[in-house]
Nanobody, 115 residues
Framework: VQLQASGGGLVQAGGSLRLSCAAS????????MGWYRQAPGKERDLVAS???????NFADSVKGRFTVSRDNTKRTVYLQMNTLKPEDTVVYYC??????????WGQGTLVTVSS
C-alpha cells in the first residue's frame, strides 16, 4: 500500500487549502486514514483522522476550521483547511491504518500560510 499526498502550497492567512491523500495497492479494508503535521524538531501531531465508518477526530487547534472526509471508492482522504493561520505552516503527512494495525505513511506536503 502506498499513499500519495497532494494539495499543499502557499496561501494567505484566512485562506483555504484542500489536501488529498490517495491510497494505492492491493487492500480491501482499512481502519482509518488521517493527517498529521510536523514542525522541524518536533513530534508529528494528529491534525484529523477519519475511520472507514466515518467517525472523525480533530486536534483542538483545528476544530471548527478543518474538516476531514474520505471517498472510499477512490481510496482518498481529504483535509479541507479553512481560515488558515500562519501557525498552520508546517509539513502535513497522511497515513492509513490497516486492519492488521500496520500504519503506513505518505510523503509530506508543505503548507505555508503567509501573514
Amino acid at each position: 500500500v502506498q499513499l500519495q499526498a497532494s494539495g499543499g502550497g502557499l496561501v494567505q492567512a484566512g485562506g483555504s487549502l484542500r489536501l488529498s491523500c490517495a491510497a494505492s495497492g492491493r487492500f480491501l479494508r482499512f481502519l482509518s486514514m488521517g493527517w498529521y503535521r510536523q514542525a522541524p524538531g518536533k513530534e508529528r501531531d494528529l491534525v484529523a483522522s477519519i475511520t472507514s465508518g466515518g467517525d472523525t477526530n480533530f486536534a483542538d487547534s483545528v476544530k471548527g476550521r478543518f474538516t476531514v472526509s474520505r471517498d472510499n471508492t477512490k481510496r482518498t482522504v481529504y483535509l479541507q483547511m479553512n481560515t488558515l493561520k500562519p501557525e498552520d505552516t508546517v509539513v502535513y503527512y497522511c497515513n492509513i491504518r490497516m486492519p492488521s494495525g500496520t500504519l503506513i505513511w505518505g510523503q509530506g506536503t508543505l503548507v505555508t500560510v503567509s501573514s
